[in-house]
């Protein structure tokens, strides 16, 4: 192994270890005031938390972009989704239907499913990402079926019209279609980025501008630049992304944690929502110390849970979907 490959390794696992800090504090703060610590309108944590929803999933998805194009789809679709629903969907099933099991019977507990029959077809709380992800993979092999991502012509044509469905489409949310629509641009992003081998000065010094200009107008005009489904969000998290993995930053932290960034994705919620209700539990109401504990376990408890669960091939393979012993992060991206 080349040391530029190992470099670059080392890179997108710290980018998968900034993911997931970002995403357990989402949901140690919680996107409203009436859930998680329950931090009031206005303070700065809240106000953080919200801001980084412009870049949090964003950059999931530009990561998971970028990784496939390592190993792109090679005309074999049936080997490919079985894969697919072995990682994605194997998961969603049995981790996602017991966090909804925990959640419906836990005190303290935020929410509760309404619906039980409609439970996964209608996503439940943040395992919409693996259901949204597997709808991208299916939509890459047609395109990539259809030549339509072997130019970069063809590609920016594509991702153009991802990018209007993305401000304009928003389709009835069941298996997480309004999140395919979603992560598709971002995906397609991170997928051109290596394809291409977008990199270089003049590439960053556009992605710097137009993260600029984004930023002004979701800052100017907030009415409309909706995280979900504006144009403004979709430059910040593109380009958010793109100067992040460009920059050559490393860190050995945090790419340890990205090594670990599916357990964690998985897992977290369990152990954040733990660490609030005992620590709630014993008297400690400190927000901030609430917010540093639950960052904690939330990054630590899966990164334990998943040591113990490779242990065993069966649940191995149903609570985490794979079938091989976790790798390093200085291995090749998976």
């Given amino acids: 192994m080349t040391g530029q490959k190992m470099k670059r390794n080392l890179e997108v696992d710290t980018l998968r270890g900034i993911a997931c800090v970002l995403l357990v504090l989402f949901h140690v703060v919680g996107d409203t005031p009436a859930v998680g610590l329950k931090?009031?309108?206005?303070?700065?944590?809240?106000?953080?938390?919200?801001?980084?929803?412009?870049?949090?999933?964003?950059?999931?998805?530009?990561?998971s972009?970028?990784?496939?194009?390592?190993?792109?789809?090679?005309?074999?679709?049936?080997?490919f989704v079985?894969?697919?629903?072995?990682?994605?969907?194997?998961?969603?099933?049995?981790?996602?239907?017991?966090?909804?099991?925990?959640?419906?019977?836990?005190?303290?507990?935020?929410?509760?499913?309404?619906?039980?029959?409609?439970?996964?077809?209608?996503?439940?709380?943040?395992?919409?990402?693996?259901?949204a992800l597997f709808i991208v993979f299916l939509v890459?092999?047609?395109?990539?079926?259809?030549?339509?991502?072997?130019?970069?012509?063809?590609?920016?044509?594509?991702?153009?019209?991802?990018?209007?469905?993305?401000?304009?489409?928003?389709?009835?949310?069941?298996?997480?279609?309004?999140?395919?629509?979603?992560?598709?641009?971002?995906?397609?992003?991170?997928?051109?980025?290596k394809r291409f081998e977008i990199t270089g000065p003049a590439a960053r010094g556009a992605a710097a501008a137009v993260f600029i200009c984004a930023a002004t107008v979701a800052m100017l005009f907030p009415q409309y630049s909706e995280q979900g489904n504006s144009i403004a969000a979709l430059g910040l998290g593109v380009c958010s992304a793109f100067l992040l993995l460009r920059s050559g930053?490393?860190?050995?932290?945090?790419?340890?944690?990205?090594?670990?960034?599916?357990a964690i994705y998985l897992l977290h919620v369990f152990f954040t929502a733990a660490s609030r209700i005992l620590l709630k539990k014993i008297g400690v109401t400190d927000t901030y110390v609430l917010l540093v504990m639950g960052l904690a376990a939330g990054l630590i408890g899966p990164i334990i849970s998943a040591l113990l669960i490779s242990r065993h091939a069966g649940l191995n393979l149903w609570l985490l979907g794979v079938t091989a012993p976790k790798p390093k992060a200085t291995t090749a991206p998976a």
Avoid at 43 to 57: D, G, K, P, S, T
Avoid at 93 to 111: D, E, K
Avoid at 249 to 262: K, M, N, P, Q
């Fill in 39 to 63: 931090i009031p309108e206005g303070h700065w944590v809240q106000v953080f938390n919200e801001a980084l929803a412009y870049i949090r999933m964003p950059l999931f998805s530009f990561i």
């Fill in 82 to 131: 079985k894969g697919k629903v072995r990682r994605l969907l194997l998961p969603l099933i049995t981790v996602g239907t017991i966090f909804a099991v925990v959640q419906a019977f836990t005190p303290g507990a935020n929410s509760t499913v309404n619906q039980w029959w409609l439970l996964h077809i209608v996503p439940v709380g943040h395992f919409w990402f693996l259901e």
């Fill in 65 to 79: 972009g970028y990784v496939y194009g390592f190993r792109p789809y090679q005309g074999n679709a049936p080997g």
């Fill in 249 to 262: 930053w490393s860190s050995r932290h945090l790419a340890y944690v990205g090594s670990w960034s599916f």
């Fill in 140 to 193: 890459v092999i047609l395109l990539e079926h259809l030549k339509a991502l072997s130019t970069p012509a063809g590609f920016a044509l594509t991702w153009a019209l991802c990018a209007v469905l993305f401000d304009y489409f928003s389709p009835p949310n069941y298996f997480a279609a309004q999140g395919a629509v979603y992560l598709l641009p971002f995906f397609l992003a991170g997928l051109a980025c």
